[in-house]
């Protein structure tokens, strides 16, 4: 499903911008418009009204361009202070976010150049073991209540062929 509000993602010197032209998937509403604060270069993606906290978000957000490939290997992330300066927020969140990133494996810091981007399917393989433990969680949370999980997983809209890769 779609939203009917459009919005395009331009990543600029590893910096989020938005601006309104493409149409944006219900998985990702926290790039609607109204969720986001103008700013000068554009739309920031901090939602204050999120209960989780700031540096929570940026860490979120970095995580998923770093799996989808938006940011490449090797690529050098935005001055903690830039970063701060561009989402109107204290550098110690944003030095927070890097360093649960780092903590994480999604960067790494040189001293005296900044933190650059872990690159590698080593990634993918962590998140998939993460995603498919949470899946077996739940599947054998409906079980163990007399809900069978092929069924639970039909009436969320899944196939039952689902391909392996």
Not at 95 to 121: C, D, I, K, N
Request: net charge negative.
């Amino acid at each position: 499903m779609l939203n009917t509000v459009n919005t395009k993602i331009y990543v600029q010197n590893s910096l989020i911008t938005a601006a309104i032209e493409e149409p944006v998937p219900d998985y990702f509403p926290e790039l609607l418009p109204q969720l986001h604060t103008e700013r000068r270069r554009g739309l920031t993606w901090i939602n204050y009204q999120d209960s989780r906290p700031i540096y929570e978000q940026i860490t979120e957000r970095y995580k998923v361009l770093i799996l989808k490939g938006v940011l490449a290997p090797d690529e050098q992330m935005p001055s903690v202070r830039k970063l701060a300066m561009e989402l109107s927020t204290n550098p110690n969140t944003v030095q927070r976010a890097y360093m649960e990133l780092e903590r994480q494996g999604f960067l790494y810091s040189v001293r005296g150049r900044g933190s650059f981007v872990r690159g590698g399917t080593d990634l993918h393989a962590q998140k998939r073991a993460e995603l498919a433990e949470r899946l077996s969680a739940i599947l054998q949370e409906a079980e163990d209540i007399g809900i069978d999980p092929g069924r639970l997983l039909a009436e969320c809209g899944w196939k039952e062929n689902i391909k392996n890769d």
